[in-house]
């Protein structure tokens, strides 16, 4: 049941479509310009560098916020909490990936990304930015730098949730005794960020078959 509330606060949070309801305000409907998402890159692109910021800022709020009332609320320290912190920005990363009010036409993810990580582990968040700021300072490639994040996040949440860094399970049934085992919610840790990872890559695909063929846009090129 835990499991489940935290999907749906996490995917009523992620309906807040800054970029859309930021471009209405100019108006402009950002799902029709750039390359249609409602996300940070695309903001950037068709509105300039202010709304990029204020566009990132939102969509990161909106999975901060929810993933830390979850932290506050089951208390911190156990991997049964952090577990539940990865199913509310997944809840969130879904809601902004696919609004039902937009006929399931939203973003990508990665700003939400950013939130998860900030509310689940400060390593992770660090060397994800490190990567990513080395990345597209090199490339320019800002698609290459969030499918590096996807990748680091999924591979240090596993390593420190098998290797007992988030803790052990801690929930209860009614009679007092743990109603699952540490094992079980490790490799379910490892599962649900394994899930928001390839949800990152499935969202990137075309970015993908563009960085393979030498197509993708470069940060500060107008679009091809």
Request: aromatic share 12%.
């Amino acid at each position: 049941m835990e499991r489940a509330v935290c999907l749906v606060i996490g995917y009523v949070f992620g309906l807040f479509q800054t970029g859309y309801l930021y471009g209405k305000l100019h108006g402009i409907d950002i799902r029709s310009q750039g390359s249609g998402n409602s996300g940070t890159t695309n903001a950037l692109r068709v509105m300039g560098k202010k709304a990029g910021l204020i566009v990132f800022a939102g969509d990161f709020l909106k999975t901060v916020i929810p993933c830390f009332l979850v932290r506050a609320f089951f208390g911190d320290g156990a991997l049964y909490t952090h577990v539940l912190v990865l199913y509310t920005g997944f809840g969130v990363t879904l809601g902004h990936n696919f609004p039902f009010y937009l006929k399931f036409k939203g973003g990508k993810g990665i700003a939400a990304m950013a939130g998860i990580l900030v509310a689940s582990d400060w390593r992770i968040t660090l060397v994800c930015l490190v990567v990513f700021v080395a990345c597209v300072a090199i490339t320019r490639y800002v698609s290459l730098g969030s499918l590096l994040v996807a990748t680091i996040f999924f591979a240090m949440t596993a390593y420190f949730a098998m290797t007992g860094s988030y803790g052990t399970a801690v929930a209860m049934d009614t009679s007092g005794m743990a109603s699952f085992s540490t094992a079980q919610v490790q490799w379910e840790c490892c599962a649900v960020a394994a899930v928001i990872s390839l949800m990152a890559f499935w969202r990137h695909r075309a970015n993908i078959g563009r960085l393979i063929h030498g197509t993708e846009n470069k940060l500060g090129a107008k679009k091809a």
